[in-house]
């Protein structure tokens, strides 16, 4: 339970569960390391139970994954649950797994799928194998874009039926309402009243692109100094960042805020002027929908789900992956253009508002117990 969408999108459904439906929850986990920061700390499980498996951990080990699925089929036993509902690669495929012929209904979410272009042919086929093995353990997957269960179909880890997308829910209010803050967090980042600020949050990690927006960067600042470019996350790549922008002389344009807790992620998007995205694997980037309903556009990069939110026109800008030249000019074009930067924003606030609610997602995932449930019980 690290910082993330996928933990986020986990904890609110267990939280929906309890507090508006009266349900019995115990969420299961492993250790939350990582730089990426702690999810459940300072109180944010808000009463929900939780129990730590310490053999499930994220990276493969056979020894600790066959602990790990040993304590899963223990803990299940004790609890007695209706329903197992899964997430992540690794989760996934240990809860099935554990769950499967012990539990009436089992579902999976495929938050993002764990096979992708960039990996070698043997981790690839290896992962899809392993996906079709765990499909046949669950009653039905959730997909929170409909281009996860294009991957997952094209894939053969099972039918098209055996899918439902639901978008992956999140407290909208704060994005509705984060614009109150922007001239205070605008004062605190340095920025003037001129400066048209493009924002990207993101780890600082392999494939989530942040490369591209930086070398994108060199020819938007040539033509418009104003432009200014502010990153929220921390990761490996840190050093690594500050020395390509080093190299491109612009310093002065870059703003790191590092890793901030959750409800700190809209005070700074109230900051920006146009979110960029250019993650080269994603399931669908809470950032997007995000930035959307705080009324701000977005750019971002064709992959995954990213299409069925940031729409060309109507929403932002929808690029080719790895482009530079295409990114540069979408950056340019919104920060000439102050009016078109609100009809985005504000076309994007209206339509995904209500669809990215976590009751609305909730309502949605209890109604697919229900219907597993019915016909197993």
Request: aromatic share 8%.
């Amino acid at each position: 339970m690290i910082i993330g969408g996928a933990q986020e999108n986990t904890l609110y459904n267990c939280l929906d569960l309890i507090q508006q439906y009266g349900d019995d929850v115990l969420l299961i986990t492993g250790p939350s390391t990582g730089p990426e920061g702690e999810l459940l700390a300072r109180g944010r499980a808000g009463g929900l139970p939780v129990h730590q498996i310490d053999a499930l951990a994220r990276a493969i080990h056979p020894w600790h994954d066959y602990r790990a699925l040993k304590q899963l089929r223990e803990v299940i036993a004790d609890f007695k649950p209706d329903v197992v509902h899964t997430h992540s690669a690794k989760g996934g495929f240990l809860g099935r797994a554990a769950a499967w012929g012990r539990v009436p209904c089992v579902i999976h979410t495929v938050h993002g799928a764990p096979f992708h272009p960039y990996q070698s042919a043997l981790a690839r086929n290896l992962f899809i194998r392993l996906e079709r093995w765990a499909a046949k353990r669950c009653h039905h997957m959730i997909c929170v874009a409909d281009a996860m269960t294009d991957l997952m179909v094209g894939a053969g880890v099972a039918d098209r039926d055996k899918f439902t997308t639901i978008f992956s829910g999140m407290d909208v209010e704060p994005f509705r309402n984060c614009n109150e803050f922007r001239n205070a967090a605008r004062t605190e980042l340095g920025f003037q009243e001129s400066d048209v600020v493009v924002g990207k949050i993101a780890r600082l990690f392999h494939l989530k692109g942040h490369e591209y927006l930086v070398e994108a960067a060199r020819q938007v600042v040539d033509k418009n100094p104003n432009v200014h470019f502010l990153f929220v996350g921390d990761g490996i790549l840190r050093e690594q960042l500050n020395a390509q922008i080093a190299d491109l002389n612009l310093t002065e344009h870059f703003h790191f805020v590092g890793l901030v807790p959750p409800e700190r992620i809209p005070y700074y998007l109230s900051s920006m002027d146009m979110l960029a995205h250019t993650s080269l694997r994603e399931g669908l980037a809470r950032t997007l929908p995000q930035a959307l309903i705080a009324g701000k556009p977005v750019i971002s990069y064709d992959v995954d789900g990213a299409r069925e939110v940031a729409i060309t026109g109507e929403t932002g800008f929808l690029l080719p992956p790895k482009s530079i030249g295409p990114l540069s000019e979408a950056i340019l074009e919104l920060a000439a253009d102050r009016e078109l930067r609100e009809r985005l924003g504000q076309g994007g606030a209206t339509r995904f508002t209500d669809q990215f609610r976590h009751t609305t997602m909730t309502a949605r995932i209890r109604e697919l117990y229900e219907k597993v449930l019915s016909r197993n019980v």
